[in-house]
């Protein structure tokens, strides 16, 4: 997309038009939808067995595929209606038809999710995980071998949507496939546990708002770049009082988004990963009563948060520019791209052993079947991001947004785990402090070889310097971490690696 597209007004439109269906498969179709949806499945499936627990599903497929349908057509009506009521500049104009033809693709991608959250239950975790490379796999065939062939930029772009709506109709074909030879094939008789799809309705809100406010946050940064950049041709002065210069070109809403793919690696890689496995954890020692053993399953998840966290925030924070580079600096995307881009990494990646720590400090909530405390949290802190973005874009641009959602995130994750300890008791903060300790001296360790060896290679133009500008201090300073923790005694980095059972939560 950087190669065809570069870091401009049509990038940031595109950018801009698919947050909203991957906003709306956060809200509904991942872990909102999981959180509520599992326990009832599985209480079907143990008490009433396997039948009753695929009615469910479908119920709550056809349910949700009705709701859908009906929001993505008032969406479109709203979408369309604009062009008659509003006069809209040629980049609002593109915005909107992006958005139009990407809404669709909320309804493919919520059920797919959905029928995932099935298959986990079942206890197959592969066949869900394949699910987000079909689109990756349909978007770069369509990128390398089909978008091309169009001469401008605006037809390439619409395309490329049109590739998005492929590849979301086969990540909704693929589990319906697998789920089929599960056994858990459509039922038509799936009327009949409609009851159990209004409990799950009722139980999702809360918890959609509660998991959702740091995706929210970011969505939200992107709305603020895209509203306060400057207009391709026009006045550098916005039309506020004062007439204040715009405080962002454009570029700043592709370099956001971009940011955010790069912190949510190791966020999708290992916070929500981890929140998954203990998850069932938390709920199976909370409906036994064993608050002890709860405690020390949150605990642990802290003290693993922080063992991977704090290095992947720090790393991040060092690697930002290379990593920009590798990635992204080629045809269309130039070096000033980049380096926006870095800039972004950086600031994002800040965060992420806060975002990390909320995905298991919110599941401790919802264990316990406290679904609004976690929701209360986050509307002070999407708040709390909406005033710091507005104070902070003007001296730092598009990085003030950025650091604007590390730094909430932190308060957040602070201010819910002190909560969550008010409900279930201290938490093993000697532990906690420990491993904190100790991970912060490692971290200093991986932190100061990769800055020498930063500081020593230079940035080549050919693709494999870049590579090993990135990977030398990056497999270095990993290595040297490692190393450290052993030396100090921190297991929790050793914990994941080996693949010990995370079920023996003892300290």
């Not at 499936?45 to 599903?57: C, F, H, I, P």
């Not at 604007?404 to 995130?409: D, E, G, H």
């Amino acid at each position: 997309m950087g190669v065809l597209f570069g870091a401009g007004p049509v990038m940031d439109a595109f950018t801009v038009a698919f947050r909203l269906p991957n906003l709306a498969r956060v809200l509904l179709g991942e872990g909102a939808l999981t959180t509520a949806f599992l326990p009832v499945f599985l209480a079907d499936l143990n008490e009433r067995g396997k039948d009753s627990a695929a009615r469910v599903t479908w119920a709550v497929f056809v349910s949700l595929a009705f709701f859908l349908t009906f929001l993505i057509v008032l969406v479109e009506a709203v979408l369309w209606s604009l062009a008659w009521a509003i006069p809209l500049s040629s980049e609002a104009q593109l915005l909107r038809n992006l958005t139009a033809l990407l809404t669709p693709y909320v309804l493919l991608i919520c059920l797919a999710a959905q029928l995932g959250a099935v298959l986990n239950a079942l206890g197959r975790f592969v066949w869900p995980a394949l699910v987000p490379s079909i689109l990756n796999l349909i978007w770069l065939i369509a990128l390398w071998g089909f978008i091309p062939r169009w001469d401008d930029e605006v037809s390439r772009i619409y395309v490329t949507a049109v590739s998005v709506l492929v590849g979301g109709a086969l990540q909704l074909l693929f589990p319906l496939v697998v789920l089929h030879f599960s056994g858990f094939g459509f039922r038509s008789d799936w009327r009949a546990a409609i009851d159990r799809v209004w409990k799950i309705a009722q139980d999702m809100l809360p918890v959609i708002i509660g998991l959702s406010i740091t995706q929210l946050n970011a969505v939200l940064d992107s709305f603020i770049a895209w509203g306060f950049t400057q207009p391709v041709g026009e006045n550098v002065t916005m039309p506020f009082p004062g007439s204040p210069h715009y405080p962002l070109t454009a570029g700043a809403v592709t370099a956001l988004y971009l940011g955010q793919r790069l912190y949510q690696f190791p966020l999708g890689v290992f916070g929500v990963a981890l929140g998954t496995v203990l998850f069932p954890l938390f709920a199976t020692h909370s409906q036994q009563g064993k608050t002890a053993e709860l405690r020390a399953d949150v605990s642990l998840g802290i003290r693993l948060v922080l063992a991977i966290g704090l290095p992947a925030s720090v790393g991040l924070m060092l690697v930002g520019h290379p990593l920009a580079t590798l990635f992204f600096q080629y045809g269309r995307f130039d070096a000033d791209d980049a380096r926006l881009t870095g800039d972004m990494i950086a600031a994002y990646g800040s965060g992420v052993w806060a975002y990390c720590g909320l995905l298991i400090l919110q599941r401790g909530f919802y264990a316990i079947g406290d679904r609004m405390t976690p929701m209360y949290i986050g509307l002070v802190a999407m708040l709390a991001n909406l005033v710091l973005n507005l104070v902070l874009i003007w001296p730092f641009g598009g990085r003030g947004l950025a650091f604007s959602t590390a730094l909430v995130a932190a308060c957040q994750c602070a201010a819910t785990a002190l909560w969550l300890q008010h409900r279930i008791g201290p938490l093993h903060w000697r532990h906690i402090a420990q491993t904190t300790a100790k991970t912060l001296i490692a971290t200093m360790g991986m932190a100061v070889v990769c800055l020498i060896l930063l500081d020593q290679l230079v940035s080549p133009a050919i693709p494999f310097g870049r590579l090993v500008r990135l990977g030398l201090p990056l497999a270095s300073g990993g290595i040297v971490f490692l190393l450290i923790a052993q030396a100090l005694g921190l297991k929790e980095p050793w914990r994941l690696i080996t693949g010990k059972s995370l079920s023996n939560s003892e300290d």
